[in-house]
């Protein structure tokens, strides 16, 4: 029961995978703790990808350079694998939104899904940074 509400937005992200061949989605945090999941990966398994992702984020941001200046700001990042794609978006401040398919997917339709959820969203999916909540000494 405590991962049904600790995954209230889980229904949300099952709506991305209504685009035929998307499989799984999760809504992660900068800092790579796992906000949400969709129906079909387990929590461990979500929890696992939501590390990593995370760390392909940074290393996407930090490579902006290369495409143009330092503070270029990061968009989106695409991985093809022999098998399918892993779609990594901007989901507000602090938040990413990540959506792996097969490789027959419609990848415009995926991305067009996937900013669609983050516009309807707002807010919700906004990540604050961590602040330390300790009392002053």
């Known amino acids: 029961m405590i991962d049904a509400v600790a995954n209230e937005l889980g229904w949300m992200l099952d709506e991305v995978l209504k685009v035929p061949e998307a499989r799984h989605a999760i809504l992660l945090s900068a800092d790579g703790m796992l906000r949400s999941h969709s129906a079909d990966i387990s929590r461990d398994d979500a929890e696992r990808l939501a590390a990593g992702l995370s760390g392909l984020q940074s290393i996407s941001r930090s490579t902006a350079e290369f495409c143009g200046t330092p503070d270029t700001p990061w968009r989106q990042t ?53 602040r330390d909540t300790g009392a002053p000494a």
């Not at 695409?78 to 938040?95: C, P, S």
């Not at 991305?111 to 959820?117: A, D, E, I, N, S």
């Open 78 to 130: 695409l991985i093809e694998f022999a098998h399918g794609y892993v779609f990594l978006v901007a989901a507000g401040e602090g938040a990413y939104l990540a959506v792996s398919t097969s490789a027959e997917v419609d990848m415009e339709a995926v991305t067009y899904r996937m900013h669609k959820l983050v516009d309807r969203l707002g807010r919700e999916l906004t990540s604050p940074a961590r």
